[in-house]
């Protein structure tokens, strides 16, 4: 049996080789050429499109270093105002009526708003645990309310 095949090798080989000359059909002809044709459009418009993205990177660049003359204009009276404030400042602080602290009594009123300043935390933290516990034997809509009628801010 073997041997058969052995025989049968080279007419296959030939069929082989004699369909591989022949030509290629024209659909498969048409085909190739519709690809090498999407191909070729496809990469002229990734050239469009990379050219495009350039350009408004370019815009986005211009258009960011721009600032509206309205914008300019607010900041440049604000900030004259702050330098008439800082300029009546330096006037009163030249003219001599204004003497200046000692060390000691910064520090002292210093130590004073630290103080006062821990009081005042300590009391907020009793009044938002208050407010809890009030709010906790009330009903929502009640504890509303009494919160805006208090004014409360907790």
Do not use: C
């Not at 002292?108 to 006062?116: G, I, L, M």
């Amino acid at each position: 049996m073997p041997f058969r095949y052995i025989h049968a090798f080279p007419l296959l080989l030939r069929q082989t080789l004699k369909h591989a000359q022949e030509e290629p059909e024209e659909s498969s002809i048409e085909a190739l050429q519709a690809m090498e044709e999407d191909a070729k459009r496809l990469k002229e418009e990734i050239v469009a499109l990379k050219t495009e993205e350039k350009e408004l990177r370019l815009a986005l660049r211009e258009g960011s270093a721009q600032v509206p003359l309205t914008e300019i204009k607010a900041t440049v009276n604000k900030l004259e105002q702050e330098k008439a404030d800082v300029l009546a400042r330096l006037q009163k602080l030249n003219s001599g009526n204004i003497k200046p602290i000692s060390a000691e009594e910064r520090d002292r009123v210093n130590k004073e708003y630290a103080t006062w300043q821990k009081t005042a935390n300590a009391r907020k933290k009793i009044r938002v645990e208050l407010w809890k516990s009030i709010e906790s034997n009330l009903e929502k809509k009640e504890a509303a309310e009494l919160k805006e009628a208090w004014e409360l801010d907790v």
